[in-house]
């Protein structure tokens, strides 16, 4: 099956800094990848979609200076939280959709990172 | 895009059936049916998949009615590890982002 690979998996940073978080595809090639929040006890709450060569595209509400998308290459994605604060800290995952499949395809998830600025 | 709705929370127990029902009465024509499990800080994983009528795989049973307007996951035999929350969405990857809706957390009990 396809594998998707998130990394680092939990990471605690001072508040003001700025996190990257990757997430790879690592036996196929995802031209569309998705990024989601989701803080306790809640559902996952889609922040981007982020298509290979291309500017991501964010939801309603979600500060694209904040969290800086880029898709360089059809097996990885990244995700920068700029100058992260407290309220910043959630669990984000991330999810790819193999490239020249059917519209019927599922999704594949990375196993997340848990975000914490203090 | 379709809206889901499910319930928010089931129990059962260890070796019991336990069918969670998802409703989503303005599903397009194109769009399947999907089925998650997610457990505690970890990404969500495919469960199953379906267009119409019944599909089944080595985890799970998925039935849907003809008018496609809602679905029922059914896990046989359900054991501790099965503890999670469930999501059903609905729609087609390939065209259209998928939005998760809150999902039901199924506790099992010995």
């Known amino acids: 099956g396809a594998v998707v690979s998130q990394h680092p998996s939990r990471v605690i940073c001072k508040s003001g800094t700025s996190v990257k978080i990757e997430c790879r595809s690592l036996?196929?090639?995802?031209?569309?990848m998705f990024w989601y929040r989701q803080f306790p006890k809640q559902s996952l709450m889609l922040m981007a979609t982020?298509?290979?060569?291309?500017?991501?595209?964010?939801e309603q509400g979600v500060e694209k200076d904040k969290f800086l998308i880029n898709h360089a290459s059809l097996t990885l994605s990244t995700l920068t939280v700029t100058s992260a604060h407290p309220e910043d800290s959630s669990f984000y995952i991330c999810?790819?959709?193999?490239?020249?499949?059917?519209?019927?395809?599922?999704?594949?998830f990375g196993s997340g990172t848990q975000l914490s600025v203090l | 895009l379709a809206k889901t709705t499910q319930p928010i929370s089931m129990d059962s127990y260890e070796g019991q059936e336990v069918n969670i029902t998802c409703s989503h009465n303005?599903?397009?024509?194109?769009?399947?049916i999907t089925w998650y499990q997610q457990f505690p800080s970890q990404g969500p994983r495919f469960i199953i998949q379906?267009?119409?009528t019944k599909v089944t795989n080595e985890v799970a049973s998925l039935f849907i009615p003809a008018d496609r307007k809602s679905s029922t996951l059914s896990l046989p035999r359900v054991s501790l590890s099965d503890t999670a929350v469930y999501y059903c969405?609905?729609?087609?990857?390939?065209?259209?982002?998928?939005?998760f809706g809150k999902g039901t957390m199924l506790l099992v009990s010995p």
């Open positions: 999810s790819a959709i193999p490239r020249d499949r059917g519209f019927n395809e599922k999704l594949f």
């Open positions: 036996d196929f090639q995802a031209t569309t």
């Open positions: 982020s298509n290979e060569g291309s500017k991501a595209t964010y």
């Open positions: 303005n599903i397009a024509t194109n769009d399947y």
């Open positions: 379906g267009y119409k």
């Open positions: 969405l609905v729609g087609n990857s390939g065209y259209s982002t998928l939005t």
